[in-house]
């Protein structure tokens, strides 16, 4: 069974920093883009980075470019997103997802991350 598994959120004040993990099993995810999502009570859901297998080449919305940062690990088939300086609109629930080719077509259940202020 091909699955992703988020864990590491949680209640955090502004201005703290959490750990997001993705675990990835069912099959090597090295040959596939990682990205992280997020969705807000009340939104749409919205890109928060990439990175790519190829080259490990990263991508991050304007709204958390600075702040977060993606990373992987191809040994441990898992992928990281650390966040720092977190903020209350950063509140949100977050995927974690796979893009074997040009769409993302595999994805976690979600973790949820509150920011307090």
């Known amino acids: 069974q091909v699955q992703l598994v988020e864990s590491g959120g949680g209640l955090v004040q502004a201005g703290g920093s959490l750990r997001l993990s993705c675990a990835a099993s069912?099959?090597?995810?090295?040959?596939?883009?990682m990205g992280w999502f997020r969705q807000a009570p009340g939104k749409e859901r919205e890109f928060v980075a990439r990175?790519?297998?190829?080259?490990?080449?990263?991508y991050y919305a304007n709204s958390v470019k600075g702040r977060f940062t993606i990373s992987r690990d191809n040994a441990k088939n898992t992928s990281y997103l650390q966040m720092n300086s977190l903020k209350p609109e950063d509140t949100a629930v977050y995927y974690c997802?796979?893009?074997?080719?040009?769409?993302?077509?595999?994805w976690g259940q979600g973790t949820q991350v509150t920011v307090s202020s």
């Open positions: 069912g099959r090597t995810f090295s040959n596939a883009d």
């Open positions: 990175v790519t297998w190829s080259d490990g080449t990263t």
């Open positions: 997802a796979a893009a074997f080719g040009a769409i993302y077509n595999i």
